[in-house]
């Protein structure tokens, strides 16, 4: 199964500071790229664990005794790191987004590019799906996924153009979603809106924003000390809460001062933010919006 080049791979595992005895995570599987590269910095002594809660990942899965795939969503690693008798780390990796390998499988539909049942589902076993979404929801909710997920300042009028069109026959696939849109795709724009729309859309599906706040709360309690974060985002809205958790060690306001009047915050920021460079853009286009922050526990 073809999975593409995992994204800034050197630079978000370097980030992990590995010591070849410690016990790593690497939330996003996938192909297993990261996970791969983390396994070859990692001694005999060393364990990784690895989530993904697509079943097709698990044909990727690393014949390594030092390894253990996950069958799950990433928001519950700390239940499922415990059922394995892990209760502290020392290093978290994440890749956020959908893998290549979903983008390009046209029945998934994630992509812009086919056709496709209007799915979107990371994990084919969760009831709520792109379908029904745009079929089921009423015009206030639509109106916030593409408002909030989208940014889609004419969200008002996509929801209800959405609510008239599925009232004379339900909207089954991408195509039919394009044509009900279609007078929102400006031609020299088109793609983009379009990508933001889809993106919306499956922001709803998979509860992301939800599942990351979650998957993040709990790495500030998994890791050890002097542990790593290493979070590769692709959108403002992931960036945004990455940023925050990173800095203030929580997602709104400001975190409380000690006495002296010092900010008391439980993430030390490494370094600044890194983006691809013009050469993996150029062999991978996926990397092409990537940013990748990374933290250490106090």
């Given amino acids: 199964m073809e999975y593409h080049n995992p994204v800034l791979l050197k630079e978000s595992v370097d980030g992990l500071d590995i010591k070849p005895d410690g016990i790593y995570v690497d939330v996003t599987f996938g192909g297993g790229g990261h996970s791969r590269e983390i396994l070859s910095r ?10 993904d809660q697509d079943e097709d990942a698990l044909a990727n899965s690393i ?24 209760k502290s780390v020392d290093g978290i990796l ?12 046209a029945e998934r539909g994630f992509s812009t590019r086919f056709e496709g049942e209007l799915d979107m589902r990371m994990s084919q076993k969760q009831d709520l799906n792109a379908f029904k979404v745009v079929n089921e929801y009423d ?7 593409f408002l909030d997920y989208g940014e889609l300042k004419n969200a008002p009028v996509i929801a209800r153009v959405i609510i008239e069109a599925r009232e004379f026959e339900p909207i ?17 724009k088109s793609h983009k809106i379009l990508a933001q729309m889809y993106q919306a859309i499956r922001i709803e599906v998979n509860q992301e924003m939800e599942v990351l706040k979650e998957f993040l709360e709990q790495s500030l309690e998994i890791l ?7 979070v590769i985002s692709y959108h403002s809205l992931e960036d945004r809460l990455v940023k925050r958790i990173m800095k203030n060690g929580m997602f709104e306001g400001e975190p409380e001062r000690d006495f002296f009047g010092n900010f008391s915050v439980p993430f ?21 919006s990537a940013k990748l922050r990374i933290a250490e526990k106090k």
């Fill in 172 to 188: 089954k696939n991408t195509e039919q979603l394009k044509v009900v849109l279609g007078r929102f795709l400006q031609a020299h």
């Fill in 139 to 145: 015009e206030e909710n639509l109106r916030r996924v």
């Fill in 268 to 288: 030390k920021t490494i370094g600044k933010l890194i983006v691809p460079d013009f050469h993996e853009i150029k062999s991978n286009n996926r990397a092409r």
């Fill in 94 to 105: 994440g890749d956020l987004g959908v893998s290549s390998h979903q983008f390009d499988v």
């Fill in 224 to 230: 050890k000390p002097g542990g790593r974060l290493s």
């Fill in 63 to 86: 014949d390594d005794e030092r390894f253990v795939l996950i069958n799950e969503n990433f928001r519950f690693i700390k239940r499922f790191l415990r059922f394995h008798n892990v």
């Fill in 42 to 51: 990692l001694g005999p002594n060393g364990r990784l664990y690895a989530f």
